[in-house]
């Protein structure tokens, strides 16, 4: 079976431009989760979609990024303009049916670096 | 809110040494535990969980305790190896319908030969 996939694996840019990441979940997985993890830090959670739509985006900073998840399998994140303290690990994951299944899927993660 | 607190790192054992790693959490509810593990150019993976007070999770010879009076679930394994080397996430879920994962910082175990 596949594993949740992502890219790019480094990027690095300077603040106020812009990035993309891409997240590729395991087949028939409905809830898709984006994850922030600053060096030396838990992840923290951006936000969750369950299909196409979101169900938690609470601590993601709207006035920079935006996700979306069409046709409900993969995902977008885009940071615009991205800061120094947006340097950080974008992990995605996801899971059959949200966490009630007992099992978060992550991929390899996205580094980012912002100079 | 909910949160997570794990001890601090760095930890360092001998091969065949007995490892503990603390956890305790804060939140309202009834959450279930986890531990997860990242190891070396890897993705994080579940290593085991426990959904209800006093049930204990096991898996590769690592087991924890789901502590409700202490609020703890402490990671122990009596024996560990090089291949143990990583690092260890305790986490809680929220018991509501659209649950996510609260994740401790993390802490880096090193074991050598």
């Known amino acids: 079976e596949a594993g949740v996939a992502q890219s790019p694996r480094y990027k690095i840019i300077e603040k106020r431009q812009s990035v993309a990441f891409w997240c590729n979940p395991i087949s028939g997985h409905a809830t898709l989760y984006w994850y922030q993890q600053i060096l030396g830090q838990g992840p923290k959670l951006l936000i969750q979609?369950?299909?196409?739509?979101?169900?938690?985006d609470s601590q993601l900073p709207k006035d920079r990024f935006s996700a979306e998840r069409l046709k409900g399998v993969d995902s977008t994140l885009k940071i615009q303009p991205a800061k120094l303290e947006d340097s950080a690990v974008y992990l995605c994951?996801?899971?059959?049916?949200?966490?009630?299944?007992?099992?978060?899927?992550f991929g390899e993660g996205s580094r980012l670096t912002v100079l | 809110g909910d949160s997570v607190t794990q001890m601090e790192g760095p930890v360092t054992l001998s091969e065949e040494a007995f490892l503990t790693i603390n956890c305790t959490y804060t939140a309202t509810g009834y959450p279930s535990l986890f531990w997860y593990v990242q190891y070396p150019g890897e993705g994080l993976q579940l290593l085991l969980k426990a959904t209800k007070a006093d049930d204990k999770g096991s898996n590769k010879g690592f087991e924890a305790t789901y502590r409700k009076e202490t609020t703890s679930f402490h990671l122990e394994k009596g024996s560990v190896q090089v291949s143990d080397s990583a690092v260890y996430f305790c986490?809680?879920?929220?018991?509501?319908?659209?649950?996510?994962?609260?994740f401790g910082k993390g802490i880096t175990l090193s074991v050598r030969p």
């Open positions: 986490a809680l879920s929220d018991s509501g319908a659209n649950s996510k994962l609260t």
């Open positions: 994951a996801s899971s059959f049916r949200g966490l009630n299944t007992g099992e978060l899927f």
């Open positions: 979609f369950q299909n196409n739509g979101v169900v938690d």
